[in-house]
Structure formats: C-alpha cells, structure tokens
C-alpha cells in the first residue's frame, strides 16, 4: 500500500469505514473425496530417484474405523468472530440448535492477539438470507485488495498469454502422480515425473495415502515436484490431499508422521462451537503446508440430511444446514491460516443419498427449491464468501433433470444454478470422473469433454487421463469448444494458484 500523509490517512480510514458501515458486505464464508483407490495398478512399478522397482499398493479408506482422540494440536490464530445462537437458545442439555430463524450470524472481524472463535448474542438481527455474514475489513486492507487484484490479473494474463493451447488443456486436468507417470505408485520425485510434467505440465496432482511414507519422504516428494513446475512453466502447481479428519486422512492415518488423531467431522459439529471446527483447520493446515500440500480437498460441507446416507455419514458437520455453513467457514479459515486452500464438497450435497456415487448412480429425490433451503446453504455462503474451490458430486436430480444425468456434467446444476443463481467466481473442480457414477455409464473421452461444457474449470481423475485431454484438444480444434471457453477456465485456475505463488 502507497505511503500516506497522517492527515490524508485518517481521511480515507473515516470515509471507508462510515461506507463499511453503512453497507457491510457478506463475509467470505468459508469445500471432495476423490476416486477411493481406484488408481493403484497392483504389481507396477514403484518410481525412485534410481529407477523403477516392483511394489504393490492398497489403500481402502472408504471403510476405515473413524479417529475418536479428542485431543487436537492447535496452531495459528484466528481471524474470524461467528456467531452462533445455540448457546443462548438451544438446549444446552441436549446440545440442540435452535430453528434456523433464531441461528444468528456469522460475522468476520478483526480478531485480538488472544482471540479465536467468540459466541456473540443470538439475540442480534438475523437475516432472513441464506448464510448469515458480514465482513468488516479495515480501510488499509480494502486498498491493498484493490491493489492485489490488479497485480494478479496482470501475473494471470502474463502467463495465459506465453501459454500454447496444449498447455493450456494440461492444466484443466488434477490427476494422481501415478497418472501422470504410468508407474503403479510413486513415492519420489524422480526423472519419470519431471519427464512426464514437462510432457503434460498439469493443473494439480493430488496424493493418497500410499505416496506418504515418512516425513523426510514426502517433503522431498511434494517439494520437489513444486520446484519442477515452477522452473518448467512458472505457474505453481496445486498440490493436493483429502485430509478431512476422521476417516478420510491420508497424512494422519500413517503412524510416520506423529499425527494425533483428528475425529470425524460430525463430533466437532456435535460441539456446535465454530471454535473446534477452526482448531481442526489450523491443526490440519499447519502440518499439510510443513509437507508442502497448497491444497486441501476439504472440509466436507455436506449436510446430512438422510440416516441411511453411508457416502457421507459422520464425514459432516451435522443436519443443521446454518450450523454446517459456519462450521466449515471456520475449518477454512484455520487452513488459510496456514496457507492451504479449502475446496467445499460435493455440491449440490452428497448428504441425503442412500447410493454412492463411487459405485454407481446416486440420487437425490430433492427440487431446486428443497436443495435451496437445506444442501446448497453452505455453498450458497461459499458464493458470497470466497472459498477458493468448489468440488461438483456425481449425484443424480431426476426431479430437477427428469433423467438420471450426473451433477457433475450437467450444465444447468453448474452453470444456471451455481455460477449463475449462487453468483459463485471461483474455481469449480469435478469430484473423480472414473468413479462409478462416471464410469459405468460415460468414456473418459466423453465425460471429460460433458464436464467442461457443463461449467467446471478442472477435472479430477485418479485414472489414465490423457483420452480427455485428446478429447478436449480435438473438441478445441473442431470447434465444439472455443478457445475462449478455455481461456476462461485458464484465468481462474491461474488466478487461484496467485493465492499461492
């Protein structure tokens, strides 16, 4: 921020701030599981730094017993107040929430030294509107916004512009470093991996627990991979874990790292203290930026609204739609406190399916109307509030489609309802396109190219990518897609990774 007279500064903090007064604008509320272990290829090699050895991996998460520790590492300060009124109306015995009208709301402010999470009155005025917050930023941050956006929309089109459009494509796709590759798993970066990114030099690459042997071992491997992208092209590269809590962790589970358990999602709502959903984030994001991971598919914001759903289960925050808004608005935070983006998940909500879309076709019965007022609460806060990346299901809608299409390639779910009734800008990612849902029913080719002119902007496979990537260069080639459509997606992947350059 320019240097400012005294005078001059003070007149510009009391204009700004009687303007924030006056009209407070909703706060950056702070969301994926991908394809379980589906990319693992038993009895393939193993990539080194010396060469290639024969090993054989498995990793079945989807059923592993949930962490129960209670006890939580806790780093970082918070820099968010919520205001939650369960604590004045609910029933304290019980642990209930109130009804939604008496949930107050979430509001972002400049948090003191000593300062967390804090519960305000729930006797505050509510807004009748879907993911109560405010922000209130002070007038030096307000400038220094003004002035970061610029310089990030020069960096994004300096580089869009040296791209060709092979690149460009390339970095559509968040694949396994065992795709990327071709070997079955890969605990190193080695020659293999730099051959193959300066080959397909690709968006992200997200890690599973079987890449993640010891400390020394992932940060050489995670790290390495950072300083290889960033000298090949100059774009950083997303680097990625489903690190959840509970039963979905891929650092926390290995007994290597000295990671004290983290418990599901669904205890820390059960608190109904934003707080403990902020520790869980700070906790998690301060280990996963000491590994180098700048992503985390994570928190879960789902709401689980239907007992017999397993996909989801205790992996959410609970049922009460307001009180899983602002708890993963505060996991967020507690990861950004420790620069790691949150990407909220698996819009329009995986939580009131029986079926799991990891196997197959997986409905919800819902209208638009019903989704409004329950499942897409948090992501309509994600809307106003700034979480980096949204994560789009497989989940069916045959009230709202009247056919069995996927959410995740329909163009009415992503582009009408999320960019356009939501207003969500950021980046939207599918969750893995050979899940069943996918991949019983669609080529790779296929739904790669349904995806992106559906709406997303990145396309997540733990499979063999490179048909999708043809796929969509043809598309480009012949017109079915335009450049620009492209371009587009391009920007706000590059504009997202400024966040971590």
Known sequence: MMMLSKIRKKVVLMLLALCLVSCA?????????????????NGIGTETETGTENAQGSDDEKNAPESVNDKETVSGESQIEVIVGDKATGDAEKGELPPPAEIAESRVGEAGADSRVKEIDANAPVDSGVGKSEVAASADS????????????????????????????????????????????????????????????????????????TPEQAKQMIGGMSEYALSETGIPVFLAVDEEGGRVTRFEKNPEFGIEDIPAMKKIGDTKDPEEAYKVGATIGEYLNEYGINLDLAPDADVFVDANNTAIGDRSFGSDPYLVSAMALAYAEGLK???VLACYKHYPGHGGTKEDTHEDYAYSYKTLDELMNDELVPFSDAAKNDIPLIMVSHISLPEIHGDDTPASLSKYMITDVLR????????????????????????HAEACRKALLAGNDMLLMSGDFRPGYEAILDAVKSGEISEDRIDESVRRILRTKKRIA
């Open 420 to 443: 356009g009734q939501l207003g969500y800008e950021g980046l939207i990612i599918t969750d893995a396109l050979d899940m069943g849902a996918i991949s019983n029913h669609y080529s």
């Open 142 to 213: 307000k400038l220094e916004k003004g002035e970061s956006a610029a310089a990030t929309d020069a960096w994004v089109e300096a580089r869009l512009s040296g791209m060709t459009l092979e690149e460009k494509v390339a970095q559509l796709f968040f694949v396994t470093p065992e795709a990327l590759t071709g070997v079955g798993q890969v605990i190193q970066t080695g020659d293999t991996s730099r051959k193959a990114f300066s080959e397909y030099p690709v968006g992200g690459i997200i890690y599973f627990a079987w890449n993640l042997q």
């Open 337 to 339: 406190s420790h620069d």
């Open 25 to 41: 604008r909703p706060v950056k509320s702070p969301a994926k599981e991908a394809s379980r272990e589906t990319v693992l290829e």
